[in-house]
């Protein structure tokens, strides 16, 4: 190893080239800092090269493909769809690489510096930086940490099987799995579940314990419904007892919720898994950074750190693990960094999955509305009544929306249907900016268009829905 004798300066580090990390870089880059980027992988992180990136291209594949009877009733196509899962590999490939191109170019655009290899604290102001046989130090005066996060292995597999699949590991299969079993319930795994079934999977979810699905009552039902409708077994609440592998296939063992014990076996077995922080290998625990209960980073409003000089965004940091997350902070950081006011606030932050269709919620459920003691309308607006859900064939789903009955101030709004993802970002603003019911029923809206739902089921809330039928009997808008 050759050791740089000389400590070289810069003004702002950041160690890691994830979504958080570049974003705080080119923030920061942005606002006249010089900025000097530390990468020992691949630029783009996580999201980009095993996450988000080729979950989202299996998504959209598998949403065309699930869309052939559709095509062919407008005459388009044969009666026989081929699927090419090598061309679709391929594919994700060269996704991922013209994206991670293109944060490399925006990087070199914005004049920010990357260096490659592995960074390690040597003390609050100097870090080394490995690279094969070289070893530089470098000293800062403010430096972002943004190394992200690594699954924990869970305890049931106890040695590498190229069956037993983690979330970086299970889209760079070389082929479709025969009978997946997807272990968990949060957005990664419905995901999975849904892509994998269209695609030609043989598909069984096992939601461990009381958990349950993650989003409102009503969502989780319907979601329920269509995984049934696509062929995908759904084994809830179920107490796991044990895994057994052959040369043939994977088994797991579990108590159902009817209390009977119950097995299953498949080609291939997915795990949601826990997460860790990346901090181990840094090595600023040693330097008395300050960390939360469950062995994160702790930070303030400004993604400060306990050490001044040194701020934290992301993975690191704990809480929701998402990329939004982290490219939020990591502008936030850049502008505290020169002294400019800022605020995270991940109240409204969405929960989404690329399931087919798509399943958003921001805000409150209905169960959360009542159990703080609101006094609650609901109106729930079927796609089905949508014109252009009906022209397009996706008349799966429907918008549900939770309004406060004495302020009319809107509360949550959820969607599973076509059109969920484009139109979150819509449902966000409406919350942080505290809208009534009349903030959304006064504008105009596009016809036909899947937006026109959202007019509707405000327009329900007080059983004005053009699109719905007349109620009958009792009136379901007013829930105390």
């Known amino acids: 190893m050759v050791v740089g004798e000389i400590s070289q300066e810069r003004n702002?580090?950041?160690?890691?080239?994830?979504p958080g990390g570049y974003s705080a870089a080119i923030r920061a880059a942005q606002l006249g800092l010089t900025v000097t980027l530390i990468e020992q992988a691949d630029m783009g992180g996580g999201c980009l090269n095993n996450g988000c990136i080729p979950s989202k291209v299996f998504a959209h594949a598998a949403a065309k493909l699930s869309e052939t009877a559709h095509l062919n009733s407008l005459g388009i196509g044969s009666s026989e769809m081929i699927f090419d899962f090598q061309k679709l590999s391929s594919y994700k490939t060269n996704i991922i690489n013209q994206l991670r191109s293109g944060v490399e170019s925006l990087c070199k655009e914005n004049k920010i510096e990357i260096i490659r290899g592995k960074a390690t604290f040597l003390s609050v102001d100097k870090i080394g930086v490995e690279n094969g046989h070289q070893f530089d130090i470098y000293t800062f005066e403010q430096l972002i940490i943004a190394t992200g996060s690594n699954p924990i292995t869970p305890d049931v597999r106890k040695?590498?099987?190229?069956?037993?699949?983690?979330?970086?590991?299970?889209?760079?299969?070389?082929?479709?799995?025969?009978?997946?079993?997807?272990?968990?319930?949060?957005?990664?795994?419905?995901?999975?579940?849904?892509?994998?079934?269209?695609?030609g999977?043989?598909?069984?979810?096992?939601?461990?314990?009381?958990?349950?699905?993650?989003?409102?009552?009503?969502?989780?039902?319907?979601?329920?419904?269509?995984?049934?409708?696509?062929?995908?077994?759904?084994?809830?609440?179920?107490?796991f007892i044990a895994k057994h592998e052959t040369e043939e296939d994977i088994t797991i063992t579990f108590i159902s919720d009817r209390n009977e014990v119950e097995t299953i076996s498949g080609s291939h077995l997915f795990v949601s898994e826990k997460r860790k922080p990346?901090?181990?290998?840094?090595?600023?625990?040693?330097?008395?950074?300050?960390?939360?209960?469950?062995?994160?980073?702790?930070?303030?409003?400004?993604?400060?750190?306990?050490?001044?000089?040194?701020?934290?965004?992301?993975?690191?940091t704990?809480?929701?693990?998402?990329?939004?997350?982290?490219?939020?902070?990591?502008k936030a950081a850049a502008a505290s960094i020169v002294g400019t006011q800022?605020?995270?606030?991940?109240?409204?932050?969405?929960?989404?999955?690329?399931?087919?269709?798509?399943?958003?919620?921001?805000?409150?459920?209905?169960?959360?509305?009542?159990?703080?003691?609101?006094?609650?309308?609901?109106s729930q607006f079927a796609l089905g009544g949508n014109g252009y859900a009906t022209i397009t064939g996706k008349k799966d789903g429907f918008i549900k929306v939770i309004s406060d009955s004495t302020t009319e101030i809107i509360q949550g709004i959820h969607m599973i249907g076509?059109?969920?993802?484009?139109?979150?970002?819509s449902f966000v603003q409406l919350l942080e900016m505290a809208a009534k019911e009349e903030d959304i029923i006064f504008p105009h809206y596009a016809h036909p268009g899947y937006n026109e739902g959202l007019l509707e089921v405000v327009e329900g809330l007080v059983g004005q829905a053009?699109?719905?039928?007349?109620?009958?009997?009792?009136?379901?808008?007013?829930?105390s």
């Open 12 to 18: 702002l580090i950041i160690i890691g080239g994830g």
């Open 159 to 199: 040695e590498k099987d190229p069956r037993f699949l983690l979330s970086h590991e299970i889209y760079k299969m070389d082929k479709i799995p025969e009978h997946l079993i997807v272990r968990g319930q949060d957005y990664i795994a419905l995901e999975i579940a849904s892509s994998f079934a269209v695609l």
């Open 201 to 239: 999977a043989h598909v069984s979810v096992v939601i461990d314990g009381k958990i349950g699905l993650p989003f409102d009552e009503s969502l989780n039902k319907e979601l329920t419904r269509l995984f049934k409708k696509r062929k995908i077994k759904m084994y809830k609440e179920v107490d």
């Open 278 to 316: 990346n901090l181990e290998e840094l090595g600023i625990i040693r330097f008395g950074i300050e960390l939360t209960e469950e062995g994160f980073i702790k930070i303030d409003k400004d993604m400060q750190s306990s050490i001044p000089s040194i701020y934290a965004i992301g993975d690191i």
């Open 318 to 330: 704990g809480g929701p693990m998402l990329a939004g997350k982290a490219i939020k902070q990591g």
């Open 342 to 378: 800022t605020e995270v606030d991940l109240t409204f932050m969405p929960v989404v999955a690329h399931t087919i269709p798509p399943v958003v919620s921001v805000g409150l459920t209905e169960q959360n509305a009542r159990d703080i003691g609101l006094d609650i309308r609901v």
């Open 418 to 425: 076509e059109g969920a993802v484009e139109m979150s970002g």
């Open 466 to 479: 053009i699109h719905t039928s007349p109620m009958k009997k009792k009136d379901l808008t007013k829930i």
